[in-house]
T-cell receptor, first 112, second 110 residues
Framework: ELKVEQNPLFLSMQEGKNYTIYCNYSTTSDRLYWYRQDPGKSLESLFV?????AVKQEGRLMASLDTKARLSTLHITAAVHDLSATYFCAVEWSGNTGKLIFGQGTTLQVKP | DVKVTQSSRYLVKRTGEKVFLECVQDMDHENMFWYRQDPGLGLRLIYFSYDVKMKEKGDIPEGYSVSREKKERFSLILESASTNQTSMYLC?????????FGPGTRLTVT
């Protein structure tokens, strides 16, 4: 059974600081997704990581994937208040079907 | 831009009612999905569909059924709503490795 675990589940940080969210998953998968969700809104796709060693960056967010360790990280650099949201990672359940298993979500609060 | 729409943003129903949640996508995607989202649990897959009239159970199908009569429309049905089905329901469609989510329906069952 594929399980996806994120940590931490809640993160309060000061503006300007760096931090990392971790996403561990239990069985082999080659696709990992990161999404952002603002309160009361739907999910917005941030990154799709398709292979071992993949690294993608967008603004102050950088995601990486280590399929051997079954670990993805979402690194936040010099956080700003606008990054406050809930972040989900998700792993594709079985090949090429789009079936995703989600982590619990990490709620990020960036304080001025 | 891909658009996934859901019929209602908020819905309040009574225990025992039959509830229909509708989802429509405009990009001719073959794969469509229904998730429910609960605090601390993330999103959990209820049902998905590869094609018209095709459906498969996800992680938590109990108490739900689905219908896909047309490619663009995927309906989630609660045959007899119960209070433990109070949740946020999200529909999605996918093509290749991109998955697109609708705005969600917050369902309250009283």
């Amino acid at each position: 059974e594929l399980k996806v675990e994120q940590n931490p589940l809640f993160l309060s940080m000061q503006e300007g600081k760096n931090y990392t969210i971790y996403c561990n998953y239990s069985t082999t998968s080659d696709r990992l997704y990161w999404y952002r969700q603002d309160p009361g809104k739907s999910l917005e796709s941030l990154f799709v990581l398709l292979s071992n060693g993949a690294v993608k960056q967008e603004g102050r967010l950088m995601a990486s994937l280590d399929t051997k360790a079954r670990l993805s990280t979402l690194h936040i650099t010099a956080a700003v208040h606008d990054l406050s949201a809930t972040y989900f990672c998700a792993v594709e359940w079985s090949g090429n079907t789009g079936k995703l298993i989600f982590g619990q979500g990490t709620t990020l609060q960036v304080k001025p | 831009d891909v658009k996934v729409t859901q019929s209602s943003r908020y819905l309040v129903k009574r225990t025992g009612e039959k509830v229909f949640l509708e989802c429509v996508q405009d990009m001719d995607h073959e794969n469509m999905f229904w998730y429910r989202q609960d605090p601390g649990l993330g999103l959990r897959l209820i049902y998905f569909s590869y094609d018209v009239k095709m459906k498969e159970k996800g992680d938590i199908p109990e108490g739900y059924s689905v219908s896909r009569e047309k490619k663009e429309r995927f309906s989630l049905i609660l045959e007899s709503a119960s209070t433990n089905q109070t949740s946020m329901y999200l529909c999605a469609s996918s093509f290749a490795y991109e998955q697109y989510f609708g705005p969600g329906t917050r369902l309250t069952v009283t």
